[in-house]
């Protein structure tokens, strides 16, 4: 079914069965930091918790699901997981190099690494592993 929204630059990752479209930017160009959740066995959207931080943390930010959490990283650095319970964003760490558009990868089943991405002060094209279990 439709989502009822329309946005671009969104991180997408799936986890616990469902599909996480976190932050991006809307149809009438305003950065969100907005979470939708998608569960395909109801066929129904629903609403997440809201990032945290500045809003523009939320564009062209990273997500991916390591170690039975959900994590994102936007253009600040900062690791956001999402809370055991689901209703809250928890930070748990910070990247050398915050970027945007970058990718978060599995790593084995404790790490995840950072892939390119950009800065304010141009690409990244370094790696960066982040350790996330037992956080």
């Given at each position: ?10 991180a997408a990752a ?122």
């Open positions: 079914p439709s989502p009822g929204f329309q946005r671009r630059a969104i799936a986890y616990q069965g469902k599909l996480y479209v976190l932050g991006g930017m809307t149809s009438d160009n305003k950065v969100t930091q907005a979470v939708s959740v998608f569960d395909p066995k109801t066929g129904a959207w629903s609403e997440g918790p809201s990032l945290t931080g500045e809003t523009m943390e939320s564009f062209g930010a990273s997500a991916f699901a390591q170690h039975g959490h959900l994590y994102v990283t936007g253009v600040k650095g900062r690791i956001l997981r999402l809370s055991e319970d689901g209703r809250s964003w928890e930070e748990v760490g910070h990247l050398d190099k915050g970027r945007f558009f970058h990718r978060l990868l599995p790593l084995g089943d404790d790490r995840l690494v950072v892939v390119g991405g950009s800065s304010r002060a141009g690409r990244i094209l370094s790696l960066e592993l982040v350790r996330v279990a037992g956080q």
